[in-house]
C-alpha cells in the first residue's frame, strides 16, 4: 500500500511540474496585469464580452463568448480586471504549448548526446529557458496584461503547431487522422477570434503536403476537415443572432442593426469599413 502510495505521489508530482511553465508565468502576469481598462480596444472589448454585445468587425465572436465566461467564472474583482486575466490565461497556456513543443523536438539532441536518455525527455533546460525567453518578451508580456484579442490568437497558433506534431509522429494509422480532424476545428476557432490566422494557412497546407501529399487527396479526410472547420467558424453565426434579438448601434461607429442580412453579415465579417480582410 505504501509502494503504491509513493508510486502515485510520484506520478502526480511529475504531472505537475510539467505544467510548471503555465504556473509560473501565470503567475507572473497575474502580478501585472492591469487593474482596470488600459488602451488600445481594451475597453469596448471589456464592453462587449461583460454585456454580450459585439465589437468593432469583425466581431471578434469568440472572444467575447470566452470573455463572457471568464466575467462570470471569475467570482471576484471587477469586470475589467477579470477580462484582463483572460488574457494573462492564455497568455500562459500559449508558453505551456510552446515549452512541450520545444521539450519534444529537444529529444533528438538529447538521445544522440545522451545514449542513455529516456525517449521523449527531451532537454528541460532548454524547453523551459527558450518558453521564458517567449513569455517575457516585451511584446507578448504587454499584450497578456489587458484585455486584447492577441494572446488567444497565439494560443491558437500554437495549439495547431502541437496538433500538426502530434499528427506527424503518430504511428497508429487509424488515429492519426483525429488530429488533422482537431487542427481544422482549431484552425476554425482561431478564424473566430482573429483574422490573422489566417496567414498561417499557407504554411499548414505545405507542412501536410511535405509530410503526407496522400492526404489531400482521400475524401474522408479532406471532408472531415472542411466539417470540422466549418463547426468552429460557426461562432460567428453569434453575430447576427445577436442583431437580430437587440440590434443597436455600438459607440465604435459601427451599425449592427441588419447584420442578420446576409449582405451586411458578409461585409461586416470582412471588414468591409476598413477596406477588407486582406488590407
Known amino acids: 500500500m505504501l509502494q503504491k502510495f509513493k508510486n502515485y505521489s510520484k506520478i502526480i508530482l511529475t504531472k505537475i511540474s510539467a505544467l510548471l511553465p503555465f504556473f509560473a508565468v501565470y503567475f507572473v502576469y497575474i502580478l501585472t496585469v492591469f487593474p482596470t481598462v488600459q ?3 481594451s475597453g469596448e472589448l471589456i464592453a462587449s464580452a461583460v454585456a454580450l454585445d459585439i465589437a468593432h468587425p469583425p ?3 469568440l472572444f467575447i463568448l470566452v470573455g463572457k465566461a471568464f466575467s462570470f467564472l471569475v467570482p471576484f474583482g471587477n469586470m475589467a480586471w477579470r477580462i484582463n486575466i483572460m ?6 497556456l500559449t508558453v505551456q504549448i510552446i515549452y512541450t513543443i520545444l521539450k519534444h523536438k529537444t529529444n533528438g539532441r538529447e538521445a544522440i548526446a545522451h545514449r542513455g536518455t529516456p525517449k521523449g525527455s527531451g532537454n528541460d533546460l532548454i524547453a523551459f529557458g527558450a518558453a521564458l525567453f517567449y513569455a517575457f518578451s516585451n511584446i507578448i508580456w504587454g499584450q497578456s496584461n489587458r484585455a ?3 494572446t488567444l490568437n497565439t494560443f491558437f497558433i500554437a495549439l495547431i503547431i502541437y496538433l500538426l506534431m502530434k499528427w506527424h509522429d503518430e504511428q497508429k494509422p487509424q488515429a492519426k487522422n483525429k488530429w488533422l480532424f482537431l487542427t481544422a476545428l482549431a484552425f476554425g476557432l ?3 477570434n482573429h483574422h490573422s490566422i489566417l496567414l498561417a494557412a499557407p504554411a499548414i497546407g505545405i507542412y501536410v503536403l511535405i509530410k ?3 492526404t489531400v487527396i482521400n475524401p474522408k479526410i479532406v471532408f472531415g476537415c472542411v466539417g470540422l472547420m466549418a463547426i468552429g467558424l460557426s461562432v460567428y453565426a453569434y453575430l447576427p443572432v445577436r442583431t437580430y434579438l437587440a440590434p443597436y448601434d455600438n459607440p465604435a461607429f459601427i451599425e449592427h442593426a441588419g447584420l442578420y442580412s446576409w449582405d451586411k453579415f458578409i461585409g461586416f465579417v470582412n471588414r468591409k469599413i476598413y477596406g477588407g480582410t486582406v488590407n
Open 39 to 41: 488602451n488600445e480596444d
Open 59 to 61: 466581431g471578434y465572436p
Open 87 to 92: 488574457s494573462a490565461f492564455f497568455g500562459a
Open 148 to 150: 486584447e484579442v492577441y
Open 190 to 192: 482561431g478564424i473566430g
Open 212 to 214: 503526407n501529399a496522400k
